[in-house]
């Protein structure tokens, strides 16, 4: 299990309560609901860091400490969790000349400990638009799709299917699925929910 001390992500060992120290300086704003995850195929955390007023995107093998900079992100962003097969990172950023581009110090809020509702964290209000972004984990590609004026809260990944993205947009629940293949593909979705793909 991986939590976050003061000197950083550390992991608990669950049979022997023993608290390792993995991720040295990293800090997390308890009042978000982003920022690390733990893949659900390999021992690896993944985590944000603003490094001078940058989103920075991090790997760490909880076992060997290896930790590797995935991409600087060309805008300032907000992880928001790891796809079930870990090829994908995705989060949100502001869309550019909408006037909700997120604050530096927010968008890397675990890092910075900023308080929620500043920047894009409260979503599109006006013209100001909010939209995903993926990050490939392996090569640092970075993509932008579904410019809205909706929150865009609380990004999970599917714990089972790659494809699949959950977030809350004003108050109730919505998906969206993630097709690189076929951008244009649609699927269809429950009464309450939205179906979105990546481009």
């Known amino acids: ?5 003061p000197g950083g992500l550390s992991t608990v060992d669950l049979k022997t309560r023993e608290i390792e120290l993995v991720a040295p300086g990293v800090r997390y704003s ?22 001078n007023g940058h989103t920075v995107l ?7 400490k290896a930790t590797r900079e995935i991409v600087t992100l060309p805008f300032t962003g907000e992880f928001g969790g790891v796809s079930a097969d870990e090829t994908l990172i995705i989060g949100k950023t502001g869309v550019p000349d909408s006037g909700a581009q997120m604050d530096r110090g927010q968008a890397a809020s675990p890092e910075s400990g900023a ?5 894009g964290r409260r979503g599109g209000r006006g013209n100001r638009m909010l939209q995903f972004f993926t990050v490939n984990i392996q ?16 990004i999970q990944s599917s714990p089972t ?17 993630s097709h690189l293949d076929n951008p244009h593909r649609r699927h269809g979705s429950a009464p309450d929910a939205q179906t979105h793909n990546a481009v």
């Open 1 to 5: 299990m991986i939590i976050v001390t």
């Open 30 to 51: 308890m009042g978000s609901s982003a920022g690390i995850e733990v893949g659900r195929k390999t021992r690896t955390v993944y985590y944000q860091k603003n490094i």
């Open 58 to 64: 991090y790997a760490t093998n909880v076992d060997t």
């Open 115 to 119: 308080p929620p509702g500043q920047g």
């Open 139 to 154: 090569t640092g590609e970075v993509k932008t799709f579904f410019p809205s004026h909706d929150n865009l809260n609380h």
């Open 161 to 177: 299917d790659p494809e699949m993205v959950l977030f809350w947009p004003r108050g109730r629940m919505a998906r969206s699925r």
